[in-house]
């Protein structure tokens, strides 16, 4: 099993980003992917889940209306996009492969970091 | 959807006993039994030690347990070692969404 995040992005204040992630090693609509971020020196924020089988998702309230997860299902990826961007999203962004409810995450992407500057 | 409270920092010496809390609410880990526990090394990607309160994945050490009483889950770490050393952070399910702790550094002396 492996998810492989896209590259690093330095983006400027009131950009958007888009950064996808690619699994291999299993069925890719049989688990539900997580997103989450860690900005530096802080802990962990989950921003939301997406269950590849039905395309549903759930977001976190502080970042709805900014936020957007979808699926390319033919090349087993993912894709979170985040709008608006400020120097408060600068974090490492990291998808997860949820194995059983309850986030029990037992694969992660290596983490994206995105970076907001002028 | 505020975030669990965990203390910031707890140290021990090697081969002690040190327990990390996790407090809620009940909304959420008093209610729901979908508590995990993460570990993370500088510069490491979190990796996942405990989930649904006190299951350990296929080899994580059998020193890290879980428990829960009411809003308050708990990691302890028996027979500390140094490889221990790191950040754990707990997260909890809410309904609708997940919430995590604020995270614990874990020293060993």
């Known amino acids: 099993v492996q998810l492989v995040q896209s590259a690093a992005e330095l983006k400027e204040p009131g950009a958007s980003v888009k950064v996808s992630c690619s699994t291999s090693?299993?069925?890719?609509?049989?688990?539900?992917i997580h997103w989450l971020r860690q900005a530096p020196g802080q802990g962990l924020e989950w921003l939301g889940w997406?269950?590849?089988?039905?395309?549903?998702?759930n977001y976190a309230r502080m970042l709805q209306g900014r936020f957007t997860m979808t699926l390319h299902r033919s090349i087993s990826t993912a894709y979170m996009e985040l709008t608006s961007l400020t120097s408060d999203d600068t974090a490492v962004y990291y998808c997860?492969?949820?194995?059983?409810?309850?986030?029990?995450?037992?694969?992660w992407g290596q983490g994206t970091l995105v970076t907001v500057s002028s | 959807q505020s975030a669990l409270t965990q203390p910031r920092s707890v140290s021990g010496s090697p081969g002690q006993s040190v327990t990390i809390s996790c407090t809620g609410t009940?909304?959420?880990?008093?209610?729901?039994?979908?508590v995990s526990w993460y570990q993370q090394h500088p510069g490491e990607v979190p990796k996942l030690i405990l989930f649904?309160?006190?299951k350990r994945p296929s080899g994580v050490p059998d020193r890290f347990s879980g428990s829960k009483s009411g809003n308050t889950a708990s990691l302890t770490i028996s027979g500390l070692q140094t490889e221990d050393e790191g950040d754990y952070y707990c997260?909890?399910?809410?309904?609708?969404?997940?919430?995590f702790g604020g995270g614990t550094t874990v020293t060993v002396l």
């Open positions: 997406i269950i590849p089988n039905t395309g549903g998702t």
């Open positions: 009940s909304s959420d880990v008093g209610y729901y039994d979908y």
């Open positions: 997260c909890s399910f809410t309904g609708r969404s997940y919430v």
């Open positions: 649904d309160v006190y």
């Open positions: 997860v492969r949820e194995y059983s409810p309850g986030l029990n995450a037992d694969y």
């Open positions: 090693g299993y069925i890719f609509t049989d688990y539900s």
